[in-house]
């Protein structure tokens, strides 16, 4: 995966951070929803070596999934957010208190079950990242129904952001039935892949921001150029998808909306781990929206999140404090204008 050999481990054991006292803000609401979340624990180790003890040199506890990452890095970016997310026994209770202490307005419903726990290791010798995913609860369809009303009665008619796997017992039509529960009123932000991806567009959501490989699967072509990536951005914001953001990686990021495509390269920063890269994306994405930003400012802001995460070791998301000296840094270009 990408980046991940070449990864740094910051100085861990820290307490996590407590949350600045939020600026108030005029914008919108902000929601984020997480279905499948974890609590994440990372080891950082000498090496691993076969049938012997291996003793952690430094460990982290982070709650986990990607809308809790987006609500994360809203806070960061001073943006009042609200993160709805389902909790199961003993680990969701852990989860709950991870959440609370790094996000102003936490909701949580208690679902039957365990949630998950995923485990990261970094071994510095040779430096290598291994991964283990848990496995979430189930989420049956009275649960489900309950939780679709949750989101609508949380959502306001501000931004909800749709991110993240969905837990074993919920189709890929699970994000498109939310969608169309909220209705026309609220700007759906769409971050998933696959069949999720492909239903959640039929439903024309405000943004999405699919990476290269997560778009070539949706177009079901590869897209090796940047014209490849403008023409067909813009082809899918033909059809009613408001705002369509594909990111690449170190090759920044295009923007199509109803005046154009534009792209953008990322600001230069020495990258560390790209883990997170994705999500502070999006938060930048949202961040630039809700406070009346246009294509353009979103574009900078969303690049300058991203890469500024990138430039962060481990899961460590960017620095609030400076991402908006990144993002004025940042070149916009118009790839092509809205057709005539
Ligand atoms: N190697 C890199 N160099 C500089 N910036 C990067 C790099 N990788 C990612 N970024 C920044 O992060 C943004 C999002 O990265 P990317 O396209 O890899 O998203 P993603 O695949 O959705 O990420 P994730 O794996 O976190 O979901 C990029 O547009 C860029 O701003
Ligand atoms: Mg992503």
């Not at 982070?62 to 609500?71: L, M, R, S, Y």
């Not at 852990?94 to 208690?110: D, F, G």
């Not at 609220?186 to 997560?214: C, H, S, T, W």
Request: proline residues 6%; charged residues 20%; aromatic residues 4%.
């Amino acid at each position: 995966m990408k980046g991940r050999k070449t990864m740094k481990i910051a100085a861990w054991n820290t307490p996590a951070r407590r949350i600045d006292p939020m600026t108030p803000s005029p914008a919108p609401r902000v929601l984020t929803l997480t279905l499948n979340p974890s609590v994440d624990i990372s080891y950082e180790i000498d090496r691993l070596v076969e049938d012997r003890k291996v003793h952690a040199s430094a460990y982290r506890l982070d709650p986990g999934g990607n809308g809790i990452n987006v609500a994360r890095a809203l806070t960061r970016l001073h943006i009042a957010v609200h993160a709805f997310f389902v909790a199961a026994g003993e680990t969701g209770a852990l989860l709950e208190h991870l959440v609370a202490k790094q996000i102003a307005n936490p909701h949580c419903r208690h679902i039957a079950g365990e949630t998950r726990i995923n485990v990261t290791i970094e071994a510095r010798n040779p430096r290598a990242q291994y991964e283990v995913i848990g496995v979430g609860p189930t989420i049956d369809d009275t649960t489900l129904d309950a939780i679709v009303g949750d989101v609508v009665a949380l959502a306001d008619d501000g931004y909800v952001v749709l991110t993240g796997s969905l837990p074993p017992g919920a189709s890929a039509g699970t994000y498109n039935r939310i969608m169309r529960a909220l209705g026309p009123r609220v700007r759906v932000v769409v971050d998933m892949q696959g069949e999720a991806l492909a239903r959640a567009i039929e439903a024309k959501p405000f943004l999405i921001k699919p990476n290269r490989y997560e778009f070539e699967e949706f177009v079901g072509r590869a897209l090796p150029t940047l014209d490849d990536v403008q023409r067909e951005a813009r082809a899918l914001q033909a059809t009613g998808v408001t705002h369509v953001c594909v990111s690449l990686g170190a090759d920044g990021a295009v923007l199509a909306d109803a005046q154009g495509v534009r792209h953008a390269w990322p600001p230069q920063v020495d990258v560390q781990s790209t883990v997170g890269a994705g999500d502070s994306m999006v938060a930048g994405l949202i961040a630039a929206f809700a406070q009346g930003g246009g294509s353009a400012q979103a574009l900078r802001l969303g690049l300058a999140c991203g890469s500024a995460t990138a430039a962060q070791p481990g899961t460590e998301l960017f620095d609030g404090a400076e991402v908006q000296a990144l993002a004025a840094g940042v070149d916009v270009r118009l790839l092509a204008p809205a057709p005539p």
